[in-house]
Every structure is written in C-alpha cells, then in structure tokens.
C-alpha cells in the first residue's frame, strides 16, 4: 500500500476522518486556534469565561496540537502544495516540540518514529485523536 499523508493510507495512526471525528466545525476551530496564538504571544488577555492552563508548557503543547490539526484538516480539504507544506510545518513543530518533552505524548508512537512520514501529519492526527479521547487535557479556549 502507498503511504498517502493526505488520506492517512498506509500509516499507523488514524485517519483524517477517524482523528477529527470529535473536532470543532473548521471555522470554530480557526477562531479557537487564533484566540490561542493572540494569548500566546501576548496581543490578548484570553476568554474569560475559561480558567488559564495550569501550566505553560501544557498550554504551549495545545496550542501546538490544535493548530497543526488546523491546519492538517484545511489540507486534506484542499490538498495543494501551500496548503499541505502549512500542514507539515505545523506538525513538524508539534512533533519537535513533543520530541522535547516526551511525557506529553499520548500516542502508542513518537514524533520520530518510522512509523510516520516526514511531513508529520499522521502523528499530529495521532495525537489530536488521543487528546479528544483524553477529554482534551490543558485546554483553554
């Protein structure tokens, strides 16, 4: 079988439509992901109808899982090359920063395993889908 980053064919770790089964409707989710950055960075205090995160690295890690998710999501809709090169940036973030801080993992791989292709979009569904069946753990937004 072909390894497909865009169909999830041939890896080890769920489907786009398995993964994000559970996900936010795009847009909400575009809107969530950008009200996370704007806290992030420091342009916004954050919502105040959710508590902070406990911890920033929590924080950092679910800012960088929902958005490379995003952006996996907006490529398997409109699989071009802008698109899918966003998609593996942002996944490849996550997965180095996960390679950082291994605890975080929720999956059975990690972020470097062979199980995966370079663009790291297998693992990012890997790890949103594990983090929705977690009861999405340091969310904020």
Known sequence: MALNPDTGEGFDAPTPAEAYAGAPELRREMHAVLELGAVRDGRRAGMATEP???????AERVYLLRRAALMDRM???DPGPGARGAAARA????????????AMISGPHGPR????DVSQRPYV???YAAWLAAGQPGINT
Do not use: G, I
């Open 125 to 127: 569904r890997q790890e």
């Open 75 to 77: 490529a398997v809709d």
């Open 52 to 58: 902070p995160a406990a911890d920033d690295t929590a």
């Open 91 to 102: 996944a490849y973030q996550l997965a180095q920063f996960d390679h950082q801080h291994p």
């Open 113 to 116: 395993a062979t199980e995966f």
